[in-house]
């Protein structure tokens, strides 16, 4: 449904649409419940332009059962902040205890309802239950964290008629809301909030690591303010073994906050209610860091967050450039060059800003060919790499920097096959070193503290299958693993618990799906602080590539120009960098607003430091 912003009317599919001007939509539902059949589809509301907001109307008087079960489940895609529309839809009690906020479950195609409703168990002419029925894909829970999902959805909803007026409502329903995909996508948006790695830190002056929480939001109905709340009221379950946050237990926003948003200078003042007493310097900074890397999605042009507590009390202000050298995150630093392997089995390099096609060997001994390299990876600070060779069977480390030795190998596989053997190596910011070896037999998982120290092996209680890639994020705090099980591969996301001083050691818990459609997995590469750039391609599909969030969500967006035989892909968490990638053309990169471009016939193995 486009919004008319001229205004006017149409009849549309049993059901009318009121267009009204300055962006608003109003929706009425007006279809009646049919005599016969099975089951009759809700449609969803289709896209909307983004600054068009979509309030329902409450329900006509004499409504019947079919058009009070249309107008509710229209009622809860709108933008009603309270869902006071929703509402009037049930009953006083039903309205009173009904709690919308508990879950939101997403349909493919929206709820059906089964048209034939049977009597309640009370007067037949006064009672009715309705069951809504449909394909579940996600489920997003009360901390408003996305879960994919699949099965049936069934559920039943009873309706009386009062009487004294005649009039139909709902007096019992579940808790939460239920929409298809496309009314989700124009109701909810995906934002990053941002919590600090538990035990990392980065650089000699020790800064904290950000670690990137999505959550979806209503998108409008008051953004910053429920993200601002979310925020205060800590990370998601999952993330939460492995992160902390620098606001006090009990911080809050000041009653009456709603309607946060940035001034004329592009600052935004939060409210809390702290009492300055109760607040550190360094952790009101850190405070404010974590409000501005969270909003700065939803406001591109903030500009500096100010912190003030009880009584107006201002406790500390942070600009957009200070806060980058508070704490660090995945695009705290622009890559200097793009890197891999060449025809001559050479580790090469160009400049990330490089519009030519010219690379030269990198200094030291993987600049100079042998030991048949397969794959590298650069650290983050661009002085070390460390690649695989010897046919997947060696992992090397050695400083970039001329006359450097490679030394012996740091880790060797004995997989079958080279497909069977050490995985490409990635880095976290704390310059630790990850790679696994995908030996069918025995596989495993290891660790290098700074690149250099003893292989440590990581345990991953839920693994079942074989490690195809490894690919830790910029944080240290999760790592995406390709799986491969009975021919097929799934792509998770564990999270990296740290030795708590139980002498347990670092271990991946809680892995989860990433891109639960997906069979099989080509190549993936970390594309932000919350997002992964995929290859595969779905049973019976043809290969794809598209962007996947942590949470196993699809983002809403154009996926990269299509390209075909992609062996590897190589992203950078600074959308600036042009995407690369090794297909039938070699190596091959593509700009922001361009088309693929050739870089090198005969290399393989793209990465970015990382």
Known sequence: MAADREGGARRRSGRTVVYAALGVVLLAGCASMPDSGDLRDVESTPRQDTGVRVFAVPPADGAGPGEIMQGFLEALTSDDPEYDTARKYLTPDAARTWRPERSTTVLANGPSIETDCGPGGREETNSVTCVLTGSRVATVDANQANQPADGSYRKKLHLTKNPKSGQWRIDGLPDGVVMGKSDFQRNYTSVDKYYFASDAAVGASGQPVAVADPVFVRGKVDPMTQMVRSLLNGPTAWLRPVVRSSFPTGTALQKDSAGLAPDDQNKLTVPLNLKPSRVAAGKCTEMATQ???????????????????????????????????????????????????????????????????????????????????????????????????????????????????????????????????LTTPSWDARGDLWVADGDPHHPRLFVLEQGVAKPEQIAVPDLSGQIKDARVAADGARIALVVEKDGKQSL??????????????????????????????????WAGDSRLLVVGQESGGVQQMRYVQVDGSTLDGPAPGALTGVKAVAASEDERVPLVAHSEDGIVRLPSGAQWQKVDKDGTAPVYPG
Request: hydrophobic share 35%.
């Open 291 to 421: 409000v501005l890397f969270t909003l700065r999605n939803l406001a591109p042009t903030l500009q500096a967050v100010e912190l003030r507590g009880t009584g107006g009390s201002r406790l500390c202000e942070l600009t957009e450039e200070r806060a980058e050298s508070v704490a660090w995150h995945g695009a705290s630093k622009r890559p200097e060059y793009l890197y891999f392997i060449d025809g001559k089995h050479q580790v090469v390099r160009m400049p990330t800003g490089s519009t030519g096609t010219g690379s030269v060997p990198v200094p030291g001994p993987f600049g100079s060919g042998g030991k048949g390299l397969r794959s590298v990876a650069v650290s983050r600070d661009e002085h070390t790499a460390a690649g695989v060779g010897d046919e997947g069977r060696s992992l090397y480390v050695t400083p970039l920097a001329a006359g450097g030795s490679l030394g012996d190998p740091l880790v060797t596989s004995a997989g079958p096959s080279p497909a069977d053997r």
């Open 492 to 525: 998770l996301i564990g999270r990296i618990q740290r030795d708590d001083g139980t002498g347990q050691g670092i271990s991946v818990d809680g892995l989860r799906s990433a891109a639960p459609d997906l069979e099989q997995v080509s190549a993936i590469s």
